[in-house]
């Protein structure tokens, strides 16, 4: 069903998703071996203006091993599947998306609640994305779109209720990718497949749809720290 949004990958190759992982798992050992890269990467509300690289460095770090196993495994069910039908570059843009949306509502959620002075690892935003996407792209009637329903409300409801979990990041990135995925199927839907130029103007789509995106997250991200 997700095919038509992209090429498969081909089975001899690493995808996106296993490199992902593979980074998340390199970074693990380095900064057990480095402790002081995770203060450096992480992501941290007062200095996200002035080191924005920290929106998207945060989401390859992780708090401990149980974390680190819970997001990888996760991320290799539900990345396989959204890689294969939207393509590997759709994948990745969807990936870092969510992760910075994420990290943008904790951003938001410290600037006016609180507390700001607090750090967060975890590629669990970048995840929820992923499941955001697949609510986008299954059908609502079919039992997978249920079926994802509920893992997402279960893991949003442990989120709040569990203290320590950065639910606000995983609100942040649910929203980006269900947005950002509905896009582009709403795009490969409207244009014809039988016109020669069809495969340009999805493209064209494709990237409008993330510069949307990652336009309004920018923009949010300059309204909590003008405030």
Not at 27 to 35: D, I, K, L, S
Not at 87 to 110: D, E, T
Not at 154 to 161: P, S
Request: aromatic fraction near 12%.
């Amino acid at each position: 069903m997700l095919r038509k949004f992209g090429r498969t990958t081909s089975s001899n190759q690493i995808g996106a998703t296993e490199a992902i992982i593979a980074i998340c798992v390199v970074m693990a050992v380095v900064t057990f071996v480095a402790p002081y890269l995770t203060s450096a990467l992480l992501f941290f509300p007062p200095l996200g203006f002035a080191q924005p690289y920290r929106f998207l460095t945060a989401a390859f770090l992780h708090s401990g091993l149980t974390h680190l196993l819970f997001n990888m495994l996760t991320l290799y069910f539900l990345g396989q599947q959204l890689e294969r039908g939207l393509g590997r570059w759709r994948f990745v843009a969807l990936y870092l998306a969510s992760a910075l949306a994420g990290n943008v509502a904790v951003a938001l959620w410290a600037a006016f609640v609180g507390p700001w002075n607090v750090g967060v690892v975890g590629a669990s935003g970048a995840v929820f994305g992923l499941f955001g996407a697949l609510l986008a792209l299954t059908g609502k009637q079919s039992a997978s779109h249920r079926s994802i329903l509920v893992l997402v409300l279960i893991n949003l409801v442990y989120g709040f209720l569990v203290p320590g979990v950065a639910w606000q990041a995983h609100v942040g990135g649910l929203v980006a990718g269900l947005v950002l995925a509905a896009m582009w199927k709403f795009a490969a839907t409207h244009t014809r497949p039988s016109t020669v130029r069809a495969p340009k103007k999805r493209a064209a789509a494709d990237i409008l749809s993330l510069i949307v995106v990652l336009a309004a997250l920018v923009g949010l991200a300059f309204v909590v720290y003008a405030i």
